[in-house]
Structure formats: structure tokens, C-alpha cells
């Protein structure tokens, strides 16, 4: 069993959650068939144990509205909360039915994407997305399918430059 983001072998069963050690995401649940929403713990195979300091803990935030936002996506959020050409990208993004299971960062990283490939290569050490992953994302969206995302991308950023240019005079 590899990781599906970095790779990596270093996989470890933990509180009924299978997590990789080198970039600290988790892979799968385990839970018994006899209750389905109390995690199993099994015994951890010897070739994917490892030290606890060693794997990596993100921590939720929970904001003032009750929402729950994983950590790793808070330069994300500052980076949408800082650019509105930003949040208008994210937002066509955030909206289309293939990408509501993804994360606010994988989300902007699509949408810096599809928009200009520069920009996303200017902001992928920001977000912690490479382009390999992004690609890999995009592989499950049709071609005419990313190419109407792409569209209307570029067309709500201009609609943005457009009346931000109108609302200075």
C-alpha cells in the first residue's frame, strides 16, 4: 500500500486510521464490521511502524461560525482572503460538482491552474501542491469539460479586472 499524494511506503495504522508518516495524510479507516462507527485499532505491521515524534499532526481550526478548516489549508485561505482575482477563480472552482470532495488549498491550486500555469508555479510552495498533483486531479475532469472550467475562469477574471478598471475612474 503506497500513498496517494507522496508515495511514500512509510504507511502507519493508528486509532483506526491508516496515515502516511512521511507527509501525514490519512489514507483509509479501518472499522469493525460489527460496529461501523467505532474504528478498529489493529496491530501495526512491523515494516510501517514508526517513532509517534515522527509522524506529523495537523490540527483542525474550528473558525467563529462553527466551521471546521484543516490547518493545511489556512495559507489558502489567506491567499483568497488577500486576492479577489483569487477568490473569483476559487469560486468557479469551488462551485463545479467534481471538485466538492477536495480540499479549499487543491481547489485554489486547480483554479491558479487552469487560469495561468506561471501564477500556479509562483504560489505551489505557498499552497504545498505540486504540479504532478495537480494534474492528477484535472486526470479525472474530462478534456471539453476542463476546457469549458478554463473558459469560464478566464472570463470571470476579466469580468473583475474589468469593472475594478471601470470602478478607479
Known sequence: MKCPYCGSE???????????????????RI???ASFFEPIKPKPA????????EIPIYKDVV????????????PAIKLIESNELFL?????????PLFRSKTIKTKLAVALYLYDTRLFKKFKRILGM?????LKVLASVKRDE?????????ERAMMAVG???????
Open 46 to 53: 512491523t515494516k510501517y511502524t514508526v517513532e509517534k515524534e
Open 63 to 74: 473558525l467563529d461560525n462553527g466551521a471546521v478548516i484543516r490547518a493545511e489549508s489556512l
Open 10 to 28: 512509510n504507511l502507519v495504522w493508528r486509532e483506526g486510521q491508516v496515515v502516511c508518516s512521511s507527509c501525514g495524510s490519512v489514507i483509509d
Open 130 to 134: 505540486n504540479e504532478k498533483r495537480v
Open 163 to 169: 469593472s475594478s478598471q471601470q470602478q478607479a475612474f
Open 146 to 154: 476542463r476546457e469549458k472550467l478554463r473558459e469560464k475562469i478566464r
Open 88 to 96: 473569483i477563480i476559487y469560486d468557479v472552482v469551488n462551485s463545479h
Open 31 to 33: 472499522y469493525d464490521g
